[in-house]
């Protein structure tokens, strides 16, 4: 058994990232995985703004004012592109699960289509949001 | 009633952490029904650009506005546990360091969702 041998010699380990090539795919697949850390931090920001509304109105101030800040819209600009770019790969990955896509050029396509539709909400949203 | 399967067909396919595929299955369903409620919080959020406070709350007491955002931080809770426990288990391979990652993911995601659904509460009935 594999467990039980007396070698010292360390156990063979499979290739990781830094041996292949980069291709969209496996941008995108890294992305979508990035994007879902940055969204669970950012949960924080959206508590954090339902907690100030429920505090009170000088607590609302302050939240508005921390976040209209060049460093707070930067974050939230980053978390809109993170939230909208995750969304996408997730219904990426429910046309996957039903065995559709996975297969040259759907695959790029989808890849291409998850960046660009991300970046395009994004700047729509903020867009339609920001100068009011 | 008694349960005439042995116990072999019961524990059959549930494997070592005896969940058998629930995580990969919770995966899916708050990940479509995600998409809905993301929509739905970004519509809630987009509204609340540029209001005044007396807007703010008016808008979060709208029941409609109430129902998706409960049901989003209730859906996002269980997404984000089950998203960040497959991080820490693909990343995190001593016991201990495992362990209390896995609790304190557990903890972050339940304190996100309470936290959240109790201030989307006060605003709703008591202003």
């Known amino acids: 058994m594999a467990g039980t041998t007396s070698s010292s010699r360390p156990r063979p380990t499979a290739p990781h990232l830094q041996v292949y090539r980069p291709t969209l795919t496996m941008t995108m697949s890294i992305a979508h995985r990035l994007t879902g850390i940055a969204v669970y931090i950012g949960t924080i920001v959206f508590v954090w703004w339902l907690i100030a509304i429920a505090a009170g109105r000088d607590a609302y101030e302050s939240f508005l004012d921390a976040l209209g800040s060049i460093p707070g819209l930067i974050v939230l600009f980053g978390l809109t592109w993170a939230v909208l770019h995750h969304a996408l790969g997730g219904i990426r990955h429910l046309i996957w699960d039903t065995g559709r896509a996975h297969t040259y050029p759907w695959r790029e396509y989808l890849a291409r289509a998850n960046l660009i539709g991300s970046l395009a909400l994004t700047a729509i949203l903020w867009a339609v949001c920001y100068p009011r | ?127």
């Open chain 2, 1 to 127: 009633m008694r349960d005439f399967r042995t116990s072999t067909a019961l524990a059959r396919g549930l494997g070592a952490a005896g969940n058998g595929t629930r995580d990969f299955w919770h995966q899916r369903v708050t990940s479509v029904l995600g998409v809905l409620l993301i929509a739905g919080v970004l519509i809630v959020i987009s509204t609340s650009v540029g209001a005044d406070y007396d807007e703010v709350t008016n808008l979060l007491s709208n029941p409609l506005a109430v129902i998706v955002l409960l049901l989003a931080l209730l859906n996002f809770c269980i997404h984000m546990r089950i998203g960040m426990q497959v991080v820490i288990e693909d990343y995190v391979h001593g016991p201990v360091t495992k362990a209390l990652l896995l609790i304190a993911n557990t903890g972050f995601s339940a304190v996100i969702g309470v936290a959240g659904a109790a201030a989307v509460l006060k605003i709703a009935f008591a202003g």
